[in-house]
């Protein structure tokens, strides 16, 4: 069984910077592929970014490219999103999730076991 925990939002000024994280339990977590994914009010949970077991590969949506970065440290069991220039339309819960198989996914169907959600908001 896999746990993911994630931490880290909050309130930011649009032009700033957070980093998630993201402690997942269980050993399914060094074999897969992680996401994050996020979901505003109102919206569907919208694909972030992914990145393989060995953080060799990583895989980002057109609206967070150039600005967010995905990292994980497999030793500490942890996920990051690096989130730099920050806009208000980021506003959203972030949710990290692991992947079921291999390839690099970015549909929320891909995934099989999801955290509880970090709040992110942006003021203008």
């Known amino acids: 069984q896999v746990q993911l925990v994630e931490s880290g939002g909050g309130l930011v000024q649009a032009g700033g910077s957070l980093t998630l994280s993201c402690a997942a339990s269980g050993r399914t977590f060094l074999l897969y592929p992680m996401g994050w994914f996020r979901q505003a009010p109102g919206k569907e949970r919208e694909f972030v970014a992914a990145?393989?077991?060995?953080?060799?590969?990583?895989l980002y949506s057109d609206s967070v490219k150039g600005r967010f970065t995905i990292s994980r440290d497999n030793a500490k069991g942890t996920v990051y999103l690096q989130m730099n220039s920050l806009k208000p339309e980021d506003t959203a819960v972030y949710y990290c999730?692991?992947?079921?198989?291999?390839?690099?996914?970015?549909?929320?169907?891909?995934?099989?076991?999801w955290g509880q959600g970090t709040q992110v908001t942006v003021s203008s």
């Open positions: 999730a692991v992947q079921k198989t291999f390839e690099l996914k970015s549909g929320a169907s891909d995934y099989n076991y």
């Open positions: 990145i393989t077991w060995s953080g060799a590969t990583t």
